[in-house]
T-cell receptor, first 116, second 118 residues
């Protein structure tokens, strides 16, 4: 079955530090890959996505590249801010063969704390 | 703005007292999902509706039910809440397109309802 593994947190950083959160996946075919972010007390927000190998998703200074050869989708940001403190979830969606609801498979989440 | 709305944001109920959580959407999406999330763990899919077709996850307890009276609304009913059902409940929507199958369908999440069971 499908699975997503991401590094455990918490990750504590100083402002303007470089952030990397590792994510690897197991799936058949070419799933779509996502990073969701959850701020305290809120629902999940899509941060970025990639739908095929070598695609790079980017948003708000965050980037992740779909690496088929290493089955990875690591999240990076060059200079974090206090406002980036949140829980980050890596997720995959299997390739659709018919119109239907899709089941997202989530990683366990990584809590990031950015200190001033 | 098109969005997914959940009411209430915070719900307190008593052990064993039925409770209903509400989700509405203005995105006109044909798929709606309910997730349970505990203590910043990964969300766990309970069930979803594809149009009017209900799809239950195999490990979702019978205590959890859902209704979707129309495209815009979906309800989560917990018939007899236990202490272990205290969690954040997230509603999400997506569009599944019959004409142009996409390699993904992005899910849009509501802000969640935090349920406390006393």
């Amino acid at each position: 079955g499908n699975s997503v593994t991401q590094m455990e947190g918490p990750v504590t950083l100083s402002e303007e530090a470089f952030l990397t959160i590792n994510c690897t996946y197991t799936a058949t075919g070419y799933p779509s890959l996502f990073w969701y972010v959850q701020y305290p007390g809120e629902g999940l927000q899509l941060l970025l996505k990639a739908t095929k190998a070598d695609d790079k998703g980017s948003n708000k200074g965050f980037e992740a590249t779909y690496r088929k050869e290493t089955t990875s989708f690591h999240l990076e940001k060059g200079s974090v801010q206090v406002s980036d403190s949140a829980v980050y979830f890596c997720a995959l969606s299997p390739i659709m063969i018919k119109a239907a609801g899709n089941k997202l498979t989530f990683g366990g989440g990584t809590r990031v704390l950015v200190k001033p | 703005d098109a969005m997914v709305i959940q009411n209430p944001r915070y719900q307190v109920t008593q052990f064993g007292k039925p409770v209903t959580l509400s989700c509405s959407q203005t995105l006109n999406h044909n798929v709606m999902y309910w997730y349970q999330q505990k203590s910043s763990q990964a969300p766990k899919l309970l069930f979803h509706y594809y149009d009017k077709d209900f799809n239950n996850e195999a490990d979702t307890p019978d205590n959890f039910q859902s209704r979707r009276p129309n495209t815009s609304f979906c309800f989560l009913d917990i018939r007899s809440p236990g202490l272990g059902d205290a969690a954040m409940y997230l509603c999400a929507t997506s569009r599944a397109n019959l004409v142009a199958l996409s390699s993904y369908n992005e899910q849009f999440f509501g802000p969640g309802t935090r349920l406390t069971v006393l």
